[in-house]
């Protein structure tokens, strides 16, 4: 399934490349808007500029009045002989999100992977943020076989001050089938099939850690150990369910 990057995805919108200087440069402004990191958390522009030269990207979300208000930005990796992409940050800004432009953006991202013969791409997340644990396995396909715990060292981000920076690793298998059932909107595994593991996690982390910052870190422990021993068993996270009042992962043997 590939996709025009120049064609409408939403009423309103547009994906292409990021390519000119006031483009790359905008990314900066929504890094600033969405996680509020301070200059020397942000990724550069002279990064975004080299990205489009040596194998990344930069994907853009622009409205008709071409304002950029969502971006997608990867680097080429390696592990072993196999190549693959790391995706550094996903980002669309308060009053766009919720329309389906960050899906939109990944499947994007997917067939520019795909037209340059990669088949996996790699990103990290906070394990406590459980919207984008549904986007990222649910909606998207991923799978998660690694925790990295404080991956980054102290992040001064609104979404993670007080708390450690530990990460999960997204693994996107592009041609999987659980990734083209994704696609379909399809569930990509069965939820009557009783998970070989589970790890709750909390709704609103960042409410919690307002409110409760010792709450918020004894959470993140239990997480981390849960998911460390799954993990050790050789159990991969294939599943999440959200209802707004509880979330949780689900694990099971997996052989992609």
Excluded at 7 to 34: D, K, N, V
Excluded at 63 to 76: F, H, I, N, Q, S
Excluded at 96 to 101: A, D, I, P, T, Y
Excluded at 239 to 249: I, L, P, T
Aim: hydrophobic fraction near 40%.
């Amino acid at each position: 399934m590939e996709r025009d990057q120049s064609s409408g995805i939403a009423l309103g919108y547009s994906l292409r490349l990021c390519q000119t200087r006031a483009e790359l440069t905008a990314c900066l402004r929504i890094q600033r808007e969405i996680w509020e990191y301070p200059e020397q958390e942000l990724y550069p522009l002279r990064l975004f500029v080299n990205l489009n030269r040596i194998g990344g990207h930069v994907l853009g979300a622009f409205t008709a009045e071409d304002e950029l208000v969502g971006y997608v930005a990867a680097m080429p990796a390696w592990r072993g002989k196999r190549r693959y992409l790391h995706s550094l940050s996903l980002g669309v800004v308060r009053g766009h999100e919720n329309r389906g432009l960050g899906k939109e953006l990944k499947l994007a991202q997917r067939d520019l992977a795909l037209r340059s013969g990669i088949d996996c791409v790699e990103w990290t997340f906070d394990p406590l943020q459980a919207k984008n644990a549904n986007l990222n396995i649910n909606r998207l396909g991923a799978i998660v076989q690694r925790y990295e715990v404080d991956c980054y060292g102290q992040v001064d981000s609104r979404l993670q001050r007080g708390l450690p920076s530990d990460r999960l690793v997204a693994e996107w298998w592009l041609k999987s089938p659980r990734v083209e059932l994704a696609i379909e909107g399809k569930p990509v595994r069965n939820p009557r099939r009783k998970p070989a593991g589970e790890v709750e996690v909390p709704v609103a982390i960042d409410n919690l850690v307002k409110t409760n910052l010792e709450a918020a870190r004894a959470w993140q422990r239990r997480v981390r150990d849960q998911l460390q021993e799954y993990f050790v068993r050789k159990l991969t996270v294939t599943g999440f369910s959200c209802d707004g009042e509880s979330a949780c992962y689900w694990l099971d043997s997996y052989e992609n």
